[in-house]
């Protein structure tokens, strides 16, 4: 039946808003995102308030998970395992890759459970949703400074003790790499949350899935001492070539792998639309099936 | 005055039952339909949204081709019963959701409250709350800053603002909450049934500030609410929705009217067999449809049992078209202890005489107590007392109240 409520007003075709139901799949409403860049900041803000509010230590609690992950580490794989550290103290690096594997791994781990997390706010009012997984990224890099602050107050102790290190002109890449990380980490936690709301049965796969791709990762060890048999399945991980110059940069260790490291960024780069994408297409009806 | 939205051809599928079983399977399916540019197989065309039938197919339209135009400064109240698709209109206006066809054009920012304190956080204070509340209804920070004090008063929470709110009262929590909605810079409100929390008091406040909100800042305000009374309060448009279609559109009076006779006529009557209890039946319930005040109603009431002296208590009830019961007609007596042997059947054909209603709407049903339960089996019926005395003299404008009573001196 239609009817129409009042008399018909020839009104000009100028619309703010059309809702429709399949919007263009590269329509990323990146304006809207942009008008809504308080709502970032105050979720990012939230997160910390709420992380340290009735704790003792506060934001201390930032640097005792690195440290004693450093401490563990040192133990089991460079007291018992002995796994080489390439001249480098072991605490160090061991330190150097926990920092910059914890901001991948929180990232891709946050942003992969976003639908299921925010499911009663999605369900009840609209905002650009890429804002959510957006803050979380933001707030793992301010926890990241924060531990990466811890790190080079560790460097700074080791270089006072004389310890001679070849940081070399490779650091400069160190903000590449960040960002690279934070695209990879967003990028893959976008496809993982956009999947869960229809299977739930990868959530559980991501939740042990980025322990076992750490091993996967020369987090603990220098791609060095992997045989050159098996290195190329190490090579395939995007985040080798990160990992790998990041401490190339700051330690002077190893070598700078170019390939690696132009494979890590193609990677991060496909990942990141990808994510975009799959998370744009879901996001319009996931609240259906959630 | 210029179209606020224009909803043109909107209609939403829901898939019921379960996801989990088969959704891989069947998603191959779909995707292999489309790719070879076939119809969907699993969007069956035709299934409507009745609750109580049992569809064929696991699809359901909860709307189906819904049109209409809202000009702007327009209160409209969205009415229908549960499960009519009310709720699914207000996600697809508010965004959380898109339209399976269809298309809504809008003009203005929309802002929209499906509940209240949506995204509160219970460790930070209330300042922060209003903030972030705010920004998550699509509010700048600036325009919060601007209308901080503003909202405060309407909460009336200051002595609280630097405590978490996990520390709040459920009511000082809505009144936060509210108040940040009612303040929004936006051209469009979309509410939904949020009222039910808070006392009298604020309740009467949130509906005056909506009130002011469409007539006083010309901003356009969409309305769900099963209260008839705050609908009509509020609204000066209505929208009738049954099972998922537009049946009606026009202004707040007719529209209510429309509904009440709709819920009566869906109510059961059309059976004429009601089941009360095991034992029971209501096997007829008749009533005149309009009258005028102080003239009489006449009813017929026909009620079978299987057993002896099964009814206890039978009372014919009338209630207001807001819900609220305005009278109760006790029926015992000798029908009901005289006529309810084994087997039998209670017919009474009785008469109100004199009723003293003011015109409008009310709706009739009846309260019965069996051996085995009591209850309320309303509406049955509904009818109107017209707007005009027994000498047929018009009223010149709505009286509010039920009841008149005559004066002697």
Same mark, same amino acid.
């Given at each position: 039946?239609?009817?129409?409520?009042?008399?018909?007003?020839?009104?000009?075709?100028?619309?703010?808003?059309?809702?429709?139901?399949?919007?263009?799949?590269?329509?990323?409403?990146?304006?809207?995102?942009?008008?809504?860049?308080?709502?970032?900041?105050?979720?990012?803000?939230?997160?910390?308030?709420?992380?340290?509010?009735?704790?003792?230590?506060?934001?201390?609690?930032?640097?005792? *998970?690195?440290?004693?992950?450093?401490?563990?580490?040192?133990?089991?794989?460079?007291?018992?395992?002995?796994?080489?550290?390439? &001249?480098?103290?072991?605490?160090?690096?061991?330190?150097?890759?926990?920092?910059?594997?914890?901001?991948?791994?929180?990232?891709?781990?946050?942003?992969?459970?976003?639908?299921?997390?925010?499911?009663?706010?999605? &369900?009840?009012?609209?905002?650009?949703?890429?804002?959510?997984?957006?803050?979380?990224?933001?707030?793992?890099?301010?926890?990241?400074?924060?531990?990466?602050?811890?790190?080079?107050?560790?460097?700074?102790?080791?270089?006072?003790?004389?310890?001679?290190?070849?940081?070399?002109?490779?650091?400069?890449?160190?903000?590449?790499?960040?960002?690279?990380?934070?695209?990879?980490?967003?990028?893959?936690?976008?496809?993982?949350?956009?999947?869960?709301?229809?299977?739930?049965?990868?959530?559980?796969?991501?939740?042990? &899935?980025?322990?076992?791709?750490?091993?996967?990762?020369?987090?603990?060890?220098?791609?060095?001492?992997?045989?050159?048999?098996?290195?190329?399945?190490?090579?395939?991980?995007?985040?080798?070539?990160?990992?790998?110059?990041?401490?190339? &940069?700051?330690?002077?260790?190893?070598?700078?792998?170019? *390939?690696?490291?132009?494979?890590?960024?193609?990677?991060?780069?496909?990942?990141?639309?990808?994510?975009?994408?799959?998370?744009?297409?879901?996001?319009?009806?996931?609240?259906?099936?959630? | 005055?210029?179209?606020?939205?224009?909803?043109?051809?909107?209609?939403?599928?829901?898939?019921? /039952?379960?996801?989990?079983?088969?959704?891989?399977?069947?998603?191959?399916?779909?995707?292999?339909?489309?790719?070879?540019?076939?119809?969907?197989?699993?969007?069956?065309?035709? +299934?409507?949204?009745?609750?109580?039938?049992?569809?064929?197919?696991?699809?359901?339209?909860?709307?189906?081709?819904?049109?209409?135009?809202?000009?702007?400064?327009?209160?409209?109240?969205?009415?229908?019963?549960?499960?009519?698709?009310?709720?699914?209109?207000?996600?697809?206006?508010?965004?959380?959701?898109?339209?399976?066809?269809?298309?809504?054009?809008?003009?203005?920012?929309?802002?929209?409250?499906?509940?209240?304190?949506?995204?509160?956080?219970?460790?930070?204070?209330?300042?922060?709350?209003?903030?972030?509340?705010?920004?998550?209804?699509?509010?700048?920070?600036? +325009?919060?800053?601007?209308?901080?004090?503003?909202?405060?008063?309407?909460?009336?929470?200051?002595?609280?603002?630097?405590?978490?709110?996990?520390?709040?009262?459920?009511?000082?929590?809505?009144?936060?909450?509210?108040?940040?909605?009612?303040?929004?810079?936006?051209?469009?409100?979309?509410?939904?049934?949020?009222?039910?929390?808070?006392?009298?008091?604020?309740?009467?406040?949130?509906?005056?500030?909506?009130?002011?909100?469409?007539?006083?800042?010309?901003?356009?305000?969409?309305?769900?609410?099963?209260?008839?009374?705050?609908?009509?309060?509020?609204?000066?448009?209505?929208?009738?929705?049954?099972?998922?279609?537009?049946?009606?559109?026009?202004?707040?009076?007719?529209?209510?009217?429309?509904?009440?006779?709709?819920?009566?006529?869906?109510?059961?009557?059309?059976?004429?067999?009601?089941?009360?209890?095991?034992?029971?039946?209501?096997?007829?319930?008749?009533?005149?449809?309009?009258?005028?005040?102080?003239?009489?109603?006449?009813?017929?009431?026909?009620?079978?049992?299987?057993?002896?002296?099964?009814?206890?208590?039978?009372?014919?009830?009338?209630?207001?078209?807001?819900?609220?019961?305005?009278?109760?007609?006790?029926?015992?007596?000798?029908?009901?202890?005289?006529?309810?042997?084994?087997?039998?059947?209670?017919?009474?054909?009785?008469?109100?005489?004199?009723?003293?209603?003011?015109? /409008?709407?009310?709706?009739?049903?009846?309260?019965?107590?069996?051996?085995?339960?009591?209850?309320?089996?309303?509406?049955?019926?509904?009818?109107?007392?017209?707007? +005009?005395?027994?000498?047929?003299?018009?009223?010149?404008?709505?009286?509010?109240?039920?009841?008149?009573?005559?004066?002697?001196?």
């Amino acid at each position: 039946m239609t009817e129409i409520l009042t008399e018909k007003v020839v009104a000009e075709e100028n619309w703010d808003l059309e809702i429709r139901p399949q919007n263009s799949l590269f329509n990323l409403h990146l304006r809207d995102v942009w008008q809504y860049r308080d709502l970032l900041l105050l979720l990012v803000r939230r997160d910390f308030v709420a992380f340290y509010k009735q704790t003792i230590f506060g934001p201390l609690w930032f640097f005792i *998970q690195p440290i004693f992950t450093t401490i563990i580490f040192t133990f089991v794989f460079g007291r018992m395992a002995g796994i080489s550290t390439e &001249g480098v103290p072991p605490p160090l690096f061991y330190l150097t890759g926990t920092v910059a594997w914890n901001y991948f791994s929180e990232c891709l781990t946050k942003t992969s459970t976003v639908f299921r997390d925010n499911a009663s706010i999605f &369900g009840k009012v609209y905002f650009p949703r890429l804002i959510m997984p957006l803050s979380i990224v933001i707030s793992n890099l301010v926890k990241f400074s924060v531990q990466f602050l811890l790190f080079l107050l560790m460097l700074a102790w080791y270089k006072v003790d004389g310890l001679i290190l070849n940081t070399n002109y490779y650091i400069l890449l160190f903000p590449v790499i960040i960002l690279l990380m934070a695209m990879q980490g967003l990028g893959w936690g976008l496809i993982v949350t956009a999947l869960t709301t229809k299977y739930r049965d990868l959530a559980f796969l991501v939740a042990f &899935g980025v322990q076992l791709i750490m091993y996967a990762t020369p987090v603990i060890y220098p791609l060095s001492s992997v045989p050159e048999k098996h290195r190329y399945l190490i090579e395939l991980n995007p985040l080798t070539g990160l990992i790998e110059t990041f401490r190339h &940069g700051f330690l002077g260790t190893g070598q700078f792998y170019g *390939q690696a490291f132009g494979y890590s960024i193609i990677m991060s780069v496909i990942v990141f639309i990808a994510g975009l994408i799959i998370f744009n297409k879901v996001e319009k009806n996931f609240v259906d099936t959630v | 005055m210029p179209v606020a939205i224009k909803a043109e051809n909107i209609s939403k599928a829901y898939q019921l /039952g379960e996801f989990s079983t088969g959704t891989l399977s069947q998603d191959i399916e779909r995707a292999w339909y489309r790719f070879r540019g076939k119809e969907d197989p699993f969007l069956k065309i035709g +299934e409507t949204n009745d609750r109580t039938m049992k569809g064929e197919s696991n699809i359901v339209w909860s709307l189906r081709d819904i049109n209409f135009e809202i000009n702007q400064g327009d209160a409209v109240g969205i009415i229908g019963r549960n499960g009519a698709g009310k709720s699914t209109l207000l996600k697809l206006l508010s965004r959380v959701t898109t339209p399976t066809t269809g298309s809504i054009k809008v003009r203005g920012r929309i802002a929209s409250l499906l509940e209240v304190g949506t995204g509160f956080h219970p460790e930070l204070t209330g300042r922060e709350n209003i903030f972030l509340n705010g920004a998550i209804l699509g509010m700048r920070k600036h +325009e919060i800053k601007k209308r901080f004090d503003e909202i405060v008063d309407f909460a009336g929470v200051e002595r609280y603002l630097d405590t978490p709110v996990k520390r709040y009262s459920s009511g000082m929590y809505v009144r936060l909450a509210f108040a940040v909605a009612a303040h929004l810079e936006s051209e469009i409100l979309v509410v939904d049934e949020v009222l039910a929390v808070g006392d009298a008091e604020f309740q009467s406040k949130c509906l005056g500030k909506m009130g002011d909100v469409s007539k006083g800042e010309g901003r356009t305000v969409l309305f769900v609410s099963h209260n008839m009374a705050s609908i009509q309060q509020l609204c000066n448009k209505g929208i009738l929705l049954l099972n998922g279609k537009l049946v009606d559109s026009g202004d707040t009076e007719s529209i209510i009217k429309h509904y009440l006779k709709l819920s009566a006529n869906n109510s059961l009557i059309t059976q004429n067999n009601i089941e009360i209890d095991e034992n029971t039946v209501l096997e007829e319930f008749k009533l005149t449809e309009n009258i005028r005040q102080f003239e009489k109603i006449e009813f017929v009431l026909k009620i079978s049992s299987n057993l002896a002296g099964n009814v206890k208590d039978l009372k014919l009830v009338l209630e207001s078209e807001f819900g609220e019961r305005v009278c109760v007609v006790d029926l015992r007596g000798e029908y009901v202890e005289n006529r309810n042997e084994h087997g039998a059947v209670i017919v009474i054909k009785g008469r109100l005489v004199n009723v003293p209603l003011l015109p /409008g709407m009310y709706s009739a049903g009846i309260y019965i107590e069996t051996t085995l339960l009591k209850r309320d089996i309303m509406p049955l019926g509904v009818f109107e007392i017209l707007n +005009e005395n027994q000498f047929g003299e018009q009223y010149s404008r709505k009286l509010t109240g039920h009841i008149s009573i005559n004066l002697e001196v």
